[in-house]
C-alpha cells in the first residue's frame, strides 16, 4: 500500500516542479513608486497570473524615477511611469497635468477617452504598448484659513507642496499668482497645492481647512516593449492585453473611493473640508489656467486642437 501511494504522489509533484520550470517570467520596473503606482503593478500582475493560470509570472521592481525615456523599453518588458514625466519626449503625455481642465471625475475619464489613442500612437514610435493608464489622486488646495471665493486668494502667501515629477509642474502656480496670491516658501504659505495626497499628517498639523479644486489628475502609463509583446504568443499577448484592460476598469474605479475616504480622514483630523470649490474659486481657476491650456495645446499642433475641440464638445463647456 506504502508503493501504491508514492506512484501517486510522484507525478503531481513532477507536474508542479515542470509547470514552475515553464513559467515564462516578465519584468515590470515600477519608475515612480508612489501608493497608487504600487497598487496598479501588483494588480497588474495578480491579473497575469490568474488569467495566465499560472503560465505568466510578472515580477514587479522598483527602478529609479530618473530612467531616460528612451532607455525604458531596453531596461525591462514592462514598465509603469508618471506620463507626465516624459512630456518633452511627446507632449500629449503632459495632458493629463494640464491644470483645471477636468476639473470632475467624470470630465477626466471623457478626456482620458479621447487622448487614449494618441497616447498609444505616441508609445507606439516609442517602441511602447500601451497596456493600461491609472490616474493620481487629483491636486488640491490646502489653507490656513476657510475659502468662500476666489476674493479670499488675493495677498494670501501660496506655495506648491510636495515636488513633481511633471514637466508642467513649474507653472502650476501661474493661475493663482493671476487670481493675486504671493509666492511663499512651503513653510510660510497660507496656502498650499498638493499634489494629490501625500503628507495628510503634516499637512492636517499646519491647515485648517482643505478644498478639492481638482487642479490636475495625473495619469501613470503602463506599458510593455513592443519587441517583447511581438514575441509572445498569441494567448500571452491576450492576457497581457486583458489583464491591462481589467487592471485600468479597476483603478479608474478605485480612485474615487480613494478620494471619498481621504475626504472624511481629513475631516476627522479637524479640517474643514470644501468637497467642491466654494463660490466662483473654480470657474475663476478655469478662466485663469487658460493660457497654460493653450500653451499645451500649440505644443501639440494639430492633434492638439482636435483634443480640446473633441473634449470640449463632448462634456458641453466652450472653455
Same mark, same amino acid.
Given at each position: 500500500?506504502?508503493?501504491?501511494?508514492?506512484l501517486?504522489?510522484?507525478? #503531481?509533484?513532477?507536474?508542479?516542479?515542470?509547470?514552475? =520550470?515553464?513559467r515564462?517570467?516578465?519584468?515590470?520596473?515600477?519608475?515612480?513608486?508612489?501608493?497608487?503606482?504600487?497598487?496598479?503593478?501588483?494588480?497588474?500582475?495578480? /491579473?497575469?497570473?490568474?488569467?495566465?493560470?499560472?503560465?505568466?509570472?510578472?515580477?514587479?521592481?522598483?527602478?529609479?524615477?530618473?530612467m531616460?525615456?528612451?532607455?525604458?523599453? /531596453?531596461?525591462?518588458?514592462?514598465?509603469?511611469?508618471?506620463?507626465?514625466?516624459?512630456?518633452?519626449?511627446?507632449?500629449?503625455?503632459?495632458? #493629463?497635468?494640464?491644470?483645471?481642465?477636468?476639473?470632475?471625475?467624470?470630465?477626466?475619464?471623457?478626456?482620458?477617452?479621447?487622448a487614449?489613442?494618441?497616447?498609444?500612437?505616441? *508609445?507606439?514610435?516609442? +517602441? @511602447?504598448?500601451?497596456?493600461?493608464?491609472?490616474?493620481?489622486?487629483?491636486?488640491?488646495?490646502? #489653507?490656513t484659513?476657510?475659502?468662500?471665493?476666489?476674493?479670499?486668494?488675493k495677498?494670501?502667501?501660496?506655495s506648491?507642496?510636495?515636488?513633481?515629477?511633471?514637466?508642467q509642474?513649474?507653472?502650476?502656480?501661474?493661475?493663482?499668482?493671476?487670481?493675486?496670491?504671493?509666492?511663499?516658501?512651503p513653510?510660510?504659505?497660507?496656502?498650499?497645492?498638493?499634489?494629490?495626497?501625500?503628507?495628510? *499628517?503634516? $499637512? !492636517?498639523?499646519?491647515?485648517?481647512?482643505?478644498?478639492?479644486? $481638482? $487642479?490636475t489628475? @495625473?495619469?501613470?502609463?503602463l506599458?510593455?516593449?513592443?519587441?517583447?509583446?511581438?514575441?509572445?504568443s498569441?494567448?500571452?499577448?491576450?492576457?497581457?492585453? !486583458?489583464? +491591462?484592460?481589467?487592471?485600468?476598469?479597476?483603478?479608474? /474605479?478605485?480612485?474615487?473611493? $480613494?478620494? !471619498?475616504?481621504? @475626504?472624511?480622514?481629513?475631516?476627522?483630523? +479637524?479640517?474643514?473640508?470644501?468637497?467642491?470649490?466654494? +463660490?466662483?474659486?473654480?470657474?475663476?481657476?478655469r478662466?485663469?489656467?487658460?493660457?497654460?491650456?493653450?500653451?499645451?495645446?500649440?505644443s501639440?499642433?494639430?492633434?492638439? =486642437?482636435?483634443?480640446?475641440?473633441?473634449?470640449?464638445?463632448?462634456?458641453?463647456?466652450?472653455?
Amino acid at each position: 500500500m506504502r508503493r501504491r501511494s508514492l506512484l501517486w504522489v510522484l507525478p #503531481s509533484s513532477l507536474l508542479a516542479s515542470r509547470a514552475r =520550470a515553464d513559467r515564462k517570467t516578465l519584468h515590470l520596473a515600477c519608475y515612480y513608486d508612489h501608493a497608487l503606482g504600487a497598487q496598479a503593478v501588483h494588480l497588474f500582475a495578480e /491579473k497575469v497570473m490568474e488569467a495566465s493560470s499560472g503560465a505568466i509570472e510578472v515580477s514587479v521592481e522598483v527602478a529609479p524615477p530618473t530612467m531616460p525615456f528612451e532607455m525604458i523599453r /531596453k531596461a525591462s518588458a514592462l514598465a509603469n511611469y508618471c506620463a507626465p514625466m516624459y512630456a518633452r519626449f511627446a507632449p500629449v503625455f503632459g495632458l #493629463s497635468a494640464v491644470p483645471m481642465l477636468a476639473v470632475t471625475f467624470d470630465e477626466a475619464d471623457a478626456l482620458h477617452g479621447i487622448a487614449r489613442p494618441y497616447y498609444g500612437a505616441d *508609445l507606439a514610435r516609442h +517602441g @511602447q504598448i500601451l497596456l493600461a493608464t491609472h490616474p493620481w489622486r487629483p491636486a488640491a488646495l490646502w #489653507s490656513t484659513f476657510r475659502i468662500r471665493s476666489s476674493i479670499d486668494l488675493k495677498g494670501a502667501e501660496f506655495s506648491l507642496g510636495d515636488p513633481s515629477y511633471s514637466d508642467q509642474a513649474a507653472t502650476w502656480a501661474e493661475p493663482f499668482v493671476r487670481l493675486g496670491v504671493r509666492r511663499a516658501s512651503p513653510s510660510t504659505a497660507e496656502l498650499m497645492l498638493s499634489n494629490g495626497y501625500r503628507g495628510n *499628517l503634516v $499637512f !492636517a498639523q499646519q491647515f485648517a481647512a482643505f478644498t478639492e479644486i $481638482f $487642479f490636475t489628475v @495625473q495619469l501613470s502609463f503602463l506599458t510593455v516593449s513592443k519587441a517583447v509583446f511581438d514575441a509572445l504568443s498569441d494567448a500571452e499577448r491576450q492576457v497581457l492585453v !486583458a489583464a +491591462g484592460r481589467e487592471t485600468e476598469r479597476t483603478l479608474w /474605479k478605485r480612485i474615487r473611493e $480613494f478620494v !471619498a475616504r481621504d @475626504q472624511q480622514e481629513i475631516a476627522a483630523r +479637524g479640517v474643514v473640508v470644501a468637497a467642491d470649490p466654494p +463660490g466662483d474659486l473654480g470657474e475663476a481657476l478655469r478662466q485663469a489656467a487658460e493660457p497654460e491650456i493653450q500653451r499645451w495645446v500649440d505644443s501639440l499642433g494639430t492633434d492638439g =486642437a482636435s483634443i480640446l475641440t473633441d473634449y470640449r464638445r463632448t462634456i458641453g463647456r466652450r472653455y
